[in-house]
């Protein structure tokens, strides 16, 4: 399993509110929902996405709120992972359930640079900034957490047995 795509950049303590804006919350269509990640941080986020692109940022990613609604909406909005040098703790179970790749490698968080277009493979956890022409070695996900993203997250892995 691989993500390729162009890097959005941010820093650390990107928090879920950041997001996803709670005014947005009792917005039912997850597509109009995506519609606003990110805003609060990148009004032009939705704009300049494209399907494949990758979040890179720094410490404590997904910070804040337990709301699942953060990993979903960059999922829906065509992010095909984020790459970071920590995440919070609840952020990546709730990305993993909802079928998010997300990475933590501090030295490539650190280096790797807005717009550069970055591949990650996540049976082996490597991370090649294309741009750069550096490498870096992530944690590959456990074969169970890969089934899991695959089939769009833990409900489908789920129902699929």
């Known amino acids: 399993m691989k993500a390729n795509g162009t890097v959005h950049k ?3 303590n990107v928090d879920t509110d950041v997001i996803i804006p709670a005014r947005y919350l009792a917005i039912q269509d997850r597509n109009e929902l995506a519609e606003h990640a990110m805003e609060d941080i990148d009004r032009d986020f939705v704009r ?38 920590t995440f919070a703790r609840i952020f990546f179970r709730n990305a993993i359930n909802i079928g998010l790749p997300i990475i933590e490698c ?16 996540f049976d082996s956890g490597e991370i ?4 750069s022409g ?18 769009g997250g833990l409900i489908n892995y789920i129902n699929n047995q």
Do not use: W
């Open 10 to 12: 941010y820093g650390d």
């Open 48 to 85: 300049n996405l494209k399907k494949g692109d990758l979040v890179v940022a720094g410490k404590n990613f997904g910070c804040g709120s337990s709301r699942e609604h953060a990993p979903l909406v960059l999922k829906v909005s065509g992010v095909s992972c984020v790459i970071a040098e």
């Open 106 to 121: 501090p030295q490539a968080a650190a280096a790797i640079k807005n717009g550069d277009q970055v591949e990650v493979d």
């Open 128 to 131: 090649k900034d294309l741009t």
């Open 134 to 151: 550096e490498t870096f070695q992530g944690a590959p996900f456990p074969e169970f957490m890969q089934k899991i993203i695959v089939n």
